[in-house]
C-alpha cells in the first residue's frame, strides 16, 4: 500500500539555524509524484513543491531545497537560514494511483517551530 | 491566477444537524476531492468525483456523507446527521487530470467545522 512517513513530528529550531525535514514513502508505482505543503497557523495547504518520480535532481528554491532519493525512497526537505515565519506544519504527500483517482497520500507532518 | 474557493471558511453546528460545505474548483478542472483534517493530525483523503460521479471513496467517507455537483460550478460535500468527530478542517481540491505531470494539487482554503 502507498504509504508516507514523516518519523519527526516536532522540529525546534533557533533563527538562523538550517533544518531537515524527513519523508520516507512506499508505492509500488513506477511513475508516481511527490509534494510538499505548508500548513501555517491559520490552517491553508501551501504548496511548495512537486516532483515526478524521473526527476531525480535536487531543487533549490530561495532558502529551501529538496533532495530526492528513489534509492532509499526519500524526499527530504532543507530550509537554510530559518527565520520565524517558516514556523508552521510541513507535510509530504505522494500521489496514489491504486484507485487510478489521483488521490494524494500524506505524512503525518512535522511541525517546526523557529525560535527567535 | 485561478484558486479552489470554499464556503464557509468557519461553520459551527449543532450535533445532529445537516451541513453543507461548498467548494467552486477551477473552472476547466474535471476532477474534484475532498480531504479531511482532524486538528493535529495528518489531511486524510475522503472522495474523489469525476464526470458526475464518486470514483473514489475511503472508509471514512460512510453513509453519513454525500458530494454533488449540482450546478457544474459548485462542488458540495453534505453531512447528514454530523456527530462531534466530524469536527475538522475539510479541504476541497480539484485537478484539470488525475496525473500531475505538469500541475500541483490545487487545495481550497479550508472549511474548520466545528460540531458542538
Known amino acids: 500500500a502507498q504509504k508516507v512517513t514523516q518519523a519527526q513530528t516536532e522540529i525546534s529550531v533557533v533563527e538562523k539555524e538550517d533544518v531537515t525535514l524527513d519523508c520516507v514513502y512506499e508505492?509500488?508505482?513506477?511513475?508516481?509524484?511527490l509534494f510538499w505543503y505548508k500548513q501555517p497557523p491559520s490552517g491553508e495547504l501551501v504548496f511548495l513543491i512537486r516532483?515526478?518520480?524521473?526527476?531525480?535532481q535536487n531543487e533549490i528554491s530561495g532558502r529551501y531545497s529538496w533532495n530526492f532519493q528513489k534509492s532509499t525512497s526519500s524526499f527530504n526537505f532543507t530550509i537554510t537560514a530559518s527565520q520565524v515565519v517558516d514556523s508552521a506544519v510541513y507535510f509530504c504527500?505522494?500521489?496514489?494511483?491504486?484507485?487510478?483517482?489521483?488521490?494524494?497520500?500524506f505524512g503525518q507532518g512535522t511541525t517546526l517551530q523557529v525560535k527567535p | 491566477e485561478p484558486e479552489v474557493t470554499q464556503t464557509p471558511s468557519h461553520q459551527v453546528t449543532q450535533m445532529g444537524q445537516e451541513v453543507i460545505l461548498r467548494c467552486v474548483p477551477i473552472?476547466?478542472?474535471?476532477?474534484f476531492y475532498w480531504y479531511r483534517q482532524i486538528l493535529g493530525q495528518k489531511v486524510e483523503f475522503l472522495v474523489s468525483?469525476?464526470?458526475?460521479?464518486?470514483?473514489?471513496k475511503s472508509e471514512i467517507f460512510d453513509d453519513q456523507f454525500s458530494v454533488e455537483r449540482p450546478d457544474g460550478s459548485n462542488f458540495t460535500l453534505k453531512i447528514r446527521s454530523t456527530k462531534l468527530e466530524d469536527s475538522a478542517m475539510y479541504f476541497c481540491?480539484?485537478?484539470?487530470?488525475?496525473?500531475?505531470?505538469?500541475?500541483?494539487?490545487?487545495f481550497g482554503q479550508g472549511t474548520r467545522l466545528t460540531v458542538v
Open positions: 504527500a505522494l500521489s496514489d494511483s491504486s484507485g487510478n483517482t489521483g488521490k494524494l497520500i
Open positions: 508505492t509500488r508505482d513506477t511513475t508516481y509524484y
Open positions: 516532483r515526478n518520480s524521473f526527476d531525480e
Open positions: 473552472s476547466n478542472h474535471l476532477y
Open positions: 468525483f469525476y464526470n458526475n460521479e464518486i470514483s473514489e
Open positions: 481540491a480539484s485537478n484539470l487530470m488525475r496525473t500531475y505531470l505538469n500541475t500541483e494539487a490545487f
